[in-house]
């Protein structure tokens, strides 16, 4: 069992950054994938960035691509969310996700991968105008 903690999450004006981290309790294998997922009251969850732990294929949804970055510390055992330029659209809680049922390539369909996988407790970011 992988229980995964979310932190770095709080309030910032637009234009702002944050880091939030990932850590996960157990190892995760190489072989298996990791994203950062968010969600406003009332609507449905999406996909932020989907990473494969062991490197290679990144995705990064088109509304954070260019502000944010995503990557892994293995010693650590820690997944970061490097936020950039945030925006008041940006607000929402946000959700670390690992899964086995990693594809070869990642892509905006990849997220329903997660469904069944393993997942934090979410950290709220809030951007301010």
């Known amino acids: 069992q992988v229980h995964l903690v979310e932190s770095g999450g709080g309030s910032v004006q637009a234009g702002g950054s944050l880091r939030l981290s990932c850590a996960a309790s157990?190892?995760?294998?190489?072989?298996?994938?990791m994203g950062w997922f968010r969600q406003t009251p009332g609507q449905e969850r999406k996909g932020v960035v989907y990473?494969?732990?062991?490197?290679?294929?990144?995705y990064y949804a088109d509304s954070v691509k260019g502000r944010f970055t995503t990557f892994r510390d293995n010693a650590q055992n820690t997944l970061y969310l490097q936020m950039t330029d945030l925006k008041p659209e940006d607000t929402a809680m946000y959700y670390c996700?690992?899964?086995?049922?990693?594809?070869?390539?990642?892509?905006?369909?990849?997220?329903?991968?997660?469904?069944?996988?393993?997942w934090g407790q979410g950290t709220q970011v809030t951007v301010s105008s």
């Open positions: 996700a690992a899964t086995s049922r990693c594809p070869p390539i990642l892509n905006k369909y990849s997220g329903t991968l997660y469904n069944l996988g393993y």
């Open positions: 157990a190892n995760i294998y190489s072989t298996y994938c």
């Open positions: 990473i494969h732990v062991g490197g290679g294929s990144t």
